[in-house]
């Protein structure tokens, strides 16, 4: 196991529901904080005291309740870290008693507490990540240490008194022999200083770092599986962190952005242990604290993911070289488009990438850069990194050279167990309409001749709103949206270069936990799919090259 990666446990039973325990939780929050706020009824400080034993400052009350409905959140989230805070609470109830700061008759109601609390102590996997703790002690000392030099510099506070300063942080409203204002500051700072502890406690796990070149390796050799899918190859993006089954013969890709882990497409690998896989990457999210989530999950896998919420996003265009054929009213379009390119006295050819010079490489690199103009390279799920580095195994690049022998476009495909994907597609923008189309004939021809059983082109976002022709009201503005956002997102376009094709398509879906997740899952979703794709340092050798590619 790499340093700093989680653990992956066995799958265990769902445990009961803790809600109970974290409405219980939420109740006393608001017990404690509702009557310290002016207008509250008084009959609700009786109640409070059923909780508190003693009366609090105010600005305590409401920092401890804050700091509990925090608390009642991480016990919906089953974090062990809000487990312990329940009981440090307690304990310092029983304490309180014990030492005559409050009534006798607390005692059987706080030991029956902390009773049930040791009782459901094994329903908080999440444990705290240790750089969670460190950030957190790190913190609460450094809040220390600058409320007692703040004090004795500017609070009027003598050597003495320093002890009284950490009361102070507490709210407690203890007396300071210092200025009129530092109570109020101490106990803000101290409020402030509270929730920040609180919720660093019960975040989730920091991201993994991502799969060194040993794991990379192992991955590769299962993207050349034969029952790995098309979007399998983009499992060997050099940013991902992996997840295996217990037996090693399959593997999710993943990374972890705002708390959510992104699964991109299906585990790669034996069909039949890509059930364990998921199952395994579900098991690292319950004790990370993670929200799993999938982009670009297949139909026939989505019982795999348990009750889980799916949205179908698109689909995945795919052309079948043993069905395709230039033939036919119905390619007229794309025969058209080849013959154009022909009679400007384009030709091309098809090469390993790791093939190319490196003055080709250069000569193509130019062409991408004038393709993006300047833009960053972005994508997720069917986008590698490393273009033209040869880094990854078995890719492919189709090449377009006008008639003084210069590249003026190229594509790059990787391979997979099922066929060959459609990674990039890049074209100079003065060379001649049509060199896309003809790329991609070639390829299908390609793949024909070397036993490739499937090509996988672009992806059809929103296909079922733009292939559908009766379209009800919100449907009509759906449409309208995508058609006049297309100059800058390209899915309307996108779809009808593909539906040139007659292709097949295969949904794609995306999977998450819950509702409530939508938030940050859509934050991450945009920000892994538009984002600026973080490079990688180079490495230090390509990766060994699976033994099913280039039809070997």
Same mark, same amino acid.
């Given at each position: 196991m790499q340093? =700093?990666?989680?653990?992956?446990?066995?799958?265990?039973?769902?445990a009961?529901p803790?809600?109970?325990l974290?409405l219980?939780?939420? /109740?006393?929050a608001v017990?404690?904080?509702?009557?310290a706020?002016s207008?509250s009824?008084?009959?609700? *400080?009786?109640?409070? @005291?059923l909780v508190?034993?003693?009366?609090?400052?105010p600005?305590h009350?409401i920092a401890?309740g804050l700091?509990?409905?925090?608390v009642a959140?991480?016990?919906l989230?089953?974090?062990r870290?809000a487990?312990y *805070?329940?009981?440090?609470l307690v304990?310092?109830?029983?304490?309180a008693v014990v &030492?005559?700061e409050?009534?006798l008759?607390?005692?059987?109601?706080l030991?029956a507490?902390?009773?049930g609390l040791?009782l459901?102590r094994?329903?908080f996997p999440?444990r705290p990540h240790?750089e969670?703790v460190?950030?957190a002690?790190?913190t609460?000392?450094?809040l220390?240490v600058?409320?007692?030099v703040?004090?004795l /510099?500017f609070?009027?506070?003598s050597v003495?008194?320093?002890?009284a300063?950490a009361?102070?942080l507490?709210?407690t409203?203890a007396?300071?022999?210092g200025a009129?204002?530092?109570?109020?500051?101490?106990?803000?700072?101290?409020?402030?200083g509270?929730l920040?502890?609180? &919720?660093?406690?019960l975040?989730?796990d920091?991201?993994?770092?991502?799969?060194?070149?040993p794991?990379?390796? @192992?991955?590769?050799?299962l993207?050349a599986?034969p029952?790995?899918d098309?979007?399998a190859p983009?499992?060997l993006?050099r940013?991902k962190?992996?997840?295996f089954?217990?037996? =090693?013969r399959?593997?999710?890709?993943?990374?972890?952005?705002?708390?959510?882990a992104?699964?991109?497409?299906?585990p790669?690998g034996d069909?039949?242990?890509?059930?364990?896989a998921?199952?395994?990457?579900?098991a !690292?999210?319950r004790?990370?604290?993670?929200?799993p989530?999938?982009?670009?999950?297949s139909?026939?896998?989505?019982?795999a993911? *348990?009750p889980c919420r799916?949205?179908?996003?698109?689909d995945?265009?795919?052309v079948?070289?043993?069905?395709?054929?230039l033939?036919g009213r119905?390619?007229?379009?794309v025969?058209q488009?080849?013959k154009?390119?022909?009679?400007a006295?384009?030709t091309?050819r098809i090469v390993p990438?790791r093939?190319?010079t490196p003055?080709l490489r250069e000569?193509?690199?130019?062409?991408?850069?004038?393709?993006?103009?300047g833009a960053a390279? @972005? =994508?997720?799920? !069917?986008?590698?990194?490393e273009l033209?580095?040869?880094?990854?195994?078995g890719?492919i690049v189709?090449?377009?050279y006008?008639?003084?022998?210069?590249?003026?476009?190229f594509?790059r495909y990787?391979t997979?167990?099922?066929?060959?994907?459609?990674?990039? !597609?890049?074209?100079s923008?003065?060379g001649?309409n049509?060199v896309?189309?003809r790329?991609?004939?070639? !390829?299908?021809e390609?793949?024909?001749?070397?036993g490739?059983?499937a090509?996988?082109?672009?992806?059809?976002?929103?296909?079922?709103?733009?292939?559908?022709?009766e379209?009800?009201?919100?449907e009509?503005?759906g449409?309208?949206?995508l058609?006049? /956002?297309?100059?800058?997102?390209?899915?309307?376009?996108?779809?009808l270069?593909?539906?040139?094709f007659r292709?097949s398509y295969?949904?794609?879906?995306v999977?998450?936990r819950s509702?409530s997740?939508i938030?940050p899952?859509a934050?991450a979703?945009?920000t892994?799919e538009?984002g600026?794709t973080r490079?990688a340092l180079p490495a230090?050798e390509?990766?060994?090259?699976?033994?099913h590619?280039l039809?070997?």
């Amino acid at each position: 196991m790499q340093p =700093g990666k989680p653990a992956v446990p066995p799958p265990a039973r769902p445990a009961p529901p803790v809600r109970p325990l974290a409405l219980a939780t939420a /109740l006393v929050a608001v017990l404690i904080a509702v009557p310290a706020l002016s207008g509250s009824p008084h009959w609700l *400080g009786g109640a409070s @005291r059923l909780v508190t034993g003693s009366p609090l400052a105010p600005a305590h009350a409401i920092a401890l309740g804050l700091a509990l409905a925090l608390v009642a959140r991480g016990v919906l989230l089953l974090r062990r870290a809000a487990w312990y *805070g329940l009981v440090v609470l307690v304990a310092l109830g029983l304490l309180a008693v014990v &030492t005559g700061e409050d009534p006798l008759w607390r005692l059987p109601i706080l030991g029956a507490v902390l009773g049930g609390l040791w009782l459901e102590r094994d329903r908080f996997p999440v444990r705290p990540h240790p750089e969670r703790v460190r950030t957190a002690v790190k913190t609460g000392a450094l809040l220390v240490v600058a409320a007692i030099v703040g004090s004795l /510099l500017f609070g009027g506070v003598s050597v003495r008194s320093v002890g009284a300063v950490a009361a102070g942080l507490g709210s407690t409203g203890a007396p300071l022999d210092g200025a009129s204002w530092l109570s109020g500051a101490l106990g803000v700072a101290g409020a402030a200083g509270l929730l920040v502890l609180v &919720t660093t406690l019960l975040a989730p796990d920091p991201a993994p770092p991502p799969g060194d070149e040993p794991e990379r390796r @192992r991955v590769a050799g299962l993207v050349a599986h034969p029952g790995s899918d098309t979007l399998a190859p983009f499992a060997l993006r050099r940013d991902k962190a992996y997840v295996f089954s217990a037996d =090693g013969r399959a593997a999710i890709g993943y990374r972890v952005l705002f708390g959510v882990a992104v699964a991109g497409g299906d585990p790669v690998g034996d069909p039949a242990s890509r059930t364990d896989a998921v199952r395994a990457f579900l098991a !690292m999210c319950r004790t990370t604290g993670w929200r799993p989530a999938v982009l670009g999950a297949s139909e026939e896998l989505l019982p795999a993911w *348990g009750p889980c919420r799916t949205i179908g996003f698109g689909d995945e265009v795919i052309v079948r070289p043993g069905e395709f054929a230039l033939s036919g009213r119905r390619m007229r379009n794309v025969r058209q488009a080849v013959k154009r390119t022909e009679n400007a006295g384009v030709t091309s050819r098809i090469v390993p990438e790791r093939e190319l010079t490196p003055a080709l490489r250069e000569q193509l690199l130019d062409v991408a850069s004038r393709s993006l103009d300047g833009a960053a390279e @972005r =994508g997720f799920s !069917m986008n590698l990194d490393e273009l033209l580095t040869g880094y990854h195994p078995g890719a492919i690049v189709a090449i377009a050279y006008d008639e003084d022998k210069e590249p003026i476009a190229f594509q790059r495909y990787v391979t997979a167990g099922q066929g060959v994907s459609l990674d990039a !597609m890049r074209r100079s923008p003065g060379g001649p309409n049509g060199v896309n189309e003809r790329l991609i004939v070639e !390829m299908i021809e390609y793949a024909a001749e070397h036993g490739h059983g499937a090509v996988s082109l672009n992806f059809a976002a929103f296909r079922g709103l733009l292939d559908n022709d009766e379209r009800g009201l919100l449907e009509k503005a759906g449409y309208q949206a995508l058609h006049l /956002l297309d100059p800058w997102i390209a899915v309307e376009s996108l779809y009808l270069f593909n539906k040139k094709f007659r292709p097949s398509y295969k949904p794609r879906n995306v999977v998450f936990r819950s509702w409530s997740d939508i938030a940050p899952l859509a934050a991450a979703l945009l920000t892994l799919e538009f984002g600026r794709t973080r490079p990688a340092l180079p490495a230090a050798e390509p990766l060994t090259e699976p033994v099913h590619h280039l039809g070997r």
